[in-house]
């Protein structure tokens, strides 16, 4: 069966992905599917550096704006959801341009991963969680560390719910989920694609974070976590976790001062760019683009983007 074609775009956050990915769109008959975890919710516009209408230019654009933030979102509705805006996009005649920083969701479609749920995990899945409550979140990593230390040294232990899952997948199938994830992703894409990673100089990705949160902060930010609060939007959610919305509720709970709060989401940021980057430079198959080869000319970038994919 002939492979149908997908380009990816992605990179750190602040890079400028949106702007190029336009672009390209416009140049190729292309249509975007969002791999960002906020831009799905509705209302978190500011926090997400949400395309805006304008921005876009015309050209579709998947999976923003189609949650509330009481909503959960992640990995497989994302998958989910990528399909289905995949099919419709082919059904145009048009080429799916996948446009985001979420490397984990972009694996997830490139390579079609399985992440099947098994009805018995339910209750194994209650039992840890009783005993991370009981016993705390160094107990189970201590677990995980002990059946699968290679999942163990890959999860962080404050994320209780991926060690929570790779001790529920040994515990299901006597099988260590970090084989599983592995073999997985040695599978062969379904798709003919570019895979293409964005980035820069490390200072000036930095400078542009700073920039980017002081924008956001003068545009509102902190007016529209408020919103979000009196609706009943709380830290527990995982639209509240987002960088820019956690640190801001902070603020209004009164944890911390605005400035601090300022502080924190800078310092994060930088540090979710430099994660982001890692994960990319694990990634096979994956083309990056140096902007300041390009003389952070956009068109230039273009130029280069479009003579490899029409060759």
């Keep these: 069966m002939e492979k149908r074609p997908l380009i990816i775009l992605t990179g750190p956050t602040a890079v400028g992905k949106t702007d ?56 497989v509705i994302f998958q989910q959801m990528a399909k289905k805006a995949l099919e419709t996009i082919y059904s145009h005649g048009n080429i799916p341009i996948v446009a985001g920083g979420t490397g984990f969701y972009i694996q997830a479609l490139l390579y079609d991963i399985d992440f099947q749920e098994n009805p018995e995990g339910a209750q194994i899945r209650a039992e840890l969680e009783k005993l991370a409550e009981a016993k705390g979140a160094g107990y189970l ?60 100089d490390r200072s000036i990705l930095y ?59 800078k310092r994060d940021t930088r540090h979710f760019a430099k994660r982001q980057i890692t994960w990319f430079k694990r990634e096979r198959d994956v083309r990056w683009i140096n902007l300041p080869e390009f003389d952070f000319d956009q068109d230039k970038v273009l130029d280069a983007l479009l003579a490899q994919i029409r060759r």
């Design 20 to 75: 190029l990915s336009i672009r390209l769109a416009k140049a190729i008959g292309g249509e975007i599917i969002s791999a960002d975890s906020m831009q799905v919710y509705r209302h978190m516009d500011i926090g997400s550096a949400k395309v805006t209408k304008e921005e876009m230019d015309g050209v579709p654009h998947y999976l923003i704006d189609v949650l509330e933030p009481t909503e959960d979102f992640n990995v």
């Design 141 to 200: 990593h201590q677990l995980l560390k002990e059946v699968d230390p290679e999942s163990a040294e890959a999860i962080h232990s404050n994320n209780v719910k991926r060690v929570i899952r790779a001790l529920e997948y040994y515990r299901q199938t006597g099988e260590k989920i970090s084989k599983h994830n592995e073999a997985e992703r040695q599978k062969e894409s379904p798709y003919d694609f570019f895979y293409y990673v964005v980035n820069t």
């Design 207 to 265: 400078e542009r974070i700073d920039r980017r949160v002081d924008q956001m902060i003068e545009m509102g930010l902190v007016e529209e976590v408020r919103k979000l609060k009196e609706m009943g939007c709380h830290r527990g959610m995982v639209s509240m976790q987002g960088l820019g919305y956690k640190e801001i509720l902070d603020y209004l709970n009164g944890d911390c001062s605005l400035e601090e709060a300022v502080y924190v989401l």
